[in-house]
């Protein structure tokens, strides 16, 4: 019988004994359960039993560490039988670093690297050249505790990334030089080092080179990739770059779902402060400039769109509350090269689209100004009108867009009430 239907199974059973309880008690009760199993070392029927707990309470912080840390430990396992020694620590130390969970979990993920450690030493008694490689390993040790980037660095950005998983309820994987994650059809980092597609940053290729150290003849050096696409939904798709870069810290991210001729993808600093902050203080870096509020610092995310939303929607204290009971939602989607319609006319500068879902909620498109204001461009949600395709006027409709944009304050707008908004705008900037 495969996992996949044994999973199912206990699913099943486990349904059975707890269906005749009411919300609460269904959720004491599962987590009570996943406890027990967790004990008794019968990590699918906790898995199931943390899955209906979160079923009673989706938002229960501890139950989302519970399901995280078993996630890792199943995998951990996994990995271990199949002799992946580095791929089962790498898990087991995520398992360690999530706090307010099983300490029970942890217990257990300090014992199998105690045990994994030994048995890839013993994995390697027969390599004839085994001291020699000691040796060799040893003094690589010393040498990248010198370096930008080094192996406790790596663990330590493992352990960050967990966390950074579950505050944002996303799922990010590590991938590396020779594990690649399948981006709307390209591998990446795979197909940029085979020389299919070229990184590109603000529209200008340049080269990247994978590097164990941060150091290399390139400005850029790839030391981690991050990725989310394997679980989230179409056009919700991150793929994070943490580079080196002429020696400092930088964190990239592309959400690209198309191609284009010149087979680039296109890469932008990510204004996630969390995350740049984060790798920014692992590496070392100066983390000053990441930290400031946004409040002054009017970086292009979330914060900023909710408040250009709130501007031009006349948005209140009272209707935020009944937006946020509705079933409306929002999208951001930046584009460094927005061509309106098929004009072949551009907007002159790099802007991005707040668009509601339904349509009808709206659609903006703006360039943030990073002074507290923001160029509007009123480009149509809809192109209806069949002058658009006219080769002449669609041009000058178009022009006409362009110069009919205004610059919208919105200083004003106080952040108590956009950070309101922030649940009901999907994917990051």
């Given at each position: 019988?495969?996992?996949?239907?044994?999973?199912?199974?206990?699913?099943?059973?486990?349904?059975?004994?707890?269906?005749?309880?009411?919300?609460?008690?269904?959720?004491?009760?599962?987590?009570?359960?996943?406890?027990?199993?967790?004990?008794?070392?019968?990590?699918?029927?906790?898995?199931?039993?943390?899955?209906?707990?979160?079923?009673?309470?989706?938002?229960?912080?501890?139950?989302?560490?519970?399901?995280?840390?078993?996630?890792?430990?199943?995998?951990?396992?996994?990995?271990?039988?199949?002799?992946?020694?580095?791929?089962?620590?790498?898990?087991?130390?995520?398992?360690?670093?999530?706090?307010?969970?099983?300490?029970?979990?942890?217990e257990y993920a300090k014992k199998e690297k105690t045990e994994?450690?030994?048995?890839?030493?013993?994995?390697?008694?027969?390599?004839?050249?085994?001291?020699?490689?000691?040796?060799?390993?040893?003094?690589?040790?010393?040498?990248?505790?010198?370096?930008?980037?080094?192996?406790?660095?790596?663990?330590?950005?493992?352990?960050?990334?967990?966390?950074?998983?579950?505050?944002?309820?996303?799922?990010?994987?590590?991938?590396?030089?020779?594990?690649?994650?399948?981006?709307?059809?390209?591998?990446?980092?795979?197909?940029?080092?085979?020389?299919?597609?070229?990184?590109?940053?603000?529209?200008?290729?340049?080269?990247?080179?994978?590097?164990?150290?941060?150091?290399?003849?390139?400005?850029?050096?790839?030391?981690?990739?991050?990725?989310?696409?394997?679980?989230?939904?179409?056009?919700?798709?991150?793929?994070?770059?943490?580079?080196?870069?002429?020696?400092?810290?930088?964190?990239?991210?592309?959400?690209?779902?198309?191609?284009?001729?010149?087979?680039?993808?296109?890469?932008?600093?990510?204004?996630?402060?969390?995350?740049?902050?984060?790798?920014?203080?692992?590496?070392?870096?100066?983390?000053?400039?990441?930290?400031?509020?946004?409040?002054?610092?009017?970086?292009?995310?979330?914060?900023?769109?909710?408040?250009?939303?709130?501007?031009?929607?006349?948005?209140?204290?009272?209707?935020?509350?009944?937006?946020?009971?509705?079933?409306?939602?929002?999208?951001?989607?930046?584009?460094?090269?927005?061509?309106?319609?098929?004009?072949?006319?551009?907007?002159?500068?790099?802007?991005?689209?707040?668009?509601?879902?339904?349509?009808?909620?709206?659609?903006?498109?703006?360039?943030?100004?990073?002074?507290?204001?923001?160029?509007?461009?009123?480009?149509?949600?809809?192109?209806?009108?069949?002058?658009?395709?006219?080769?002449?006027?669609?041009?000058?409709?178009?022009?006409?867009?362009?110069?009919?944009?205004?610059?919208?304050?919105?200083?004003?707008?106080?952040?108590?009430?956009?950070?309101?908004?922030?649940?009901?705008?999907?994917?990051?900037?």
């Amino acid at each position: 019988m495969n996992k996949k239907w044994k999973k199912i199974l206990l699913l099943c059973g486990m349904l059975v004994s707890v269906t005749a309880c009411g919300k609460s008690d269904n959720f004491d009760q599962s987590m009570q359960k996943t406890k027990e199993a967790i004990v008794e070392k019968k990590f699918e029927q906790a898995e199931g039993f943390v899955e209906m707990a979160l079923e009673s309470k989706p938002k229960d912080e501890e139950a989302k560490n519970y399901q995280s840390q078993l996630k890792r430990y199943i995998n951990a396992l996994d990995k271990k039988e199949k002799k992946k020694y580095d791929e089962a620590k790498a898990s087991l130390d995520a398992v360690i670093k999530i706090e307010h969970g099983s300490d029970k979990l942890v217990e257990y993920a300090k014992k199998e690297k105690t045990e994994i450690s030994q048995m890839k030493k013993e994995a390697e008694k027969d390599d004839s050249k085994k001291e020699e490689k000691t040796t060799e390993s040893s003094d690589k040790k010393e040498a990248a505790s010198n370096t930008v980037w080094n192996d406790s660095k790596r663990d330590s950005l493992r352990g960050f990334m967990a966390q950074f998983s579950n505050k944002m309820g996303q799922d990010y994987k590590e991938y590396s030089k020779t594990s690649s994650v399948d981006l709307y059809g390209v591998n990446v980092p795979g197909d940029i080092f085979s020389g299919e597609w070229t990184m590109a940053i603000n529209n200008q290729p340049v080269q990247v080179e994978w590097s164990e150290t941060g150091e290399g003849s390139s400005p850029y050096q790839l030391v981690a990739v991050y990725s989310d696409a394997d679980t989230q939904p179409y056009l919700q798709k991150h793929v994070y770059f943490f580079i080196i870069e002429n020696g400092k810290p930088k964190v990239y991210v592309t959400q690209q779902n198309q191609g284009n001729n010149e087979n680039y993808l296109h890469f932008s600093e990510t204004q996630n402060t969390d995350i740049k902050a984060g790798f920014s203080q692992i590496v070392g870096g100066d983390v000053a400039q990441s930290t400031q509020s946004t409040s002054t610092s009017y970086e292009n995310n979330k914060l900023l769109a909710a408040k250009v939303l709130i501007k031009m929607t006349n948005l209140t204290e009272s209707n935020v509350s009944s937006l946020l009971n509705s079933t409306t939602t929002y999208s951001l989607y930046p584009n460094k090269s927005l061509q309106i319609w098929e004009t072949g006319v551009y907007l002159p500068e790099d802007v991005t689209v707040i668009s509601g879902n339904p349509l009808a909620a709206g659609m903006f498109t703006y360039h943030n100004n990073e002074d507290g204001t923001v160029t509007l461009y009123p480009v149509p949600s809809h192109y209806q009108d069949k002058e658009w395709d006219d080769p002449v006027k669609g041009k000058e409709l178009a022009n006409k867009v362009i110069s009919d944009a205004s610059v919208i304050n919105i200083k004003d707008v106080s952040d108590d009430l956009a950070n309101k908004l922030i649940p009901i705008i999907e994917n990051d900037i």
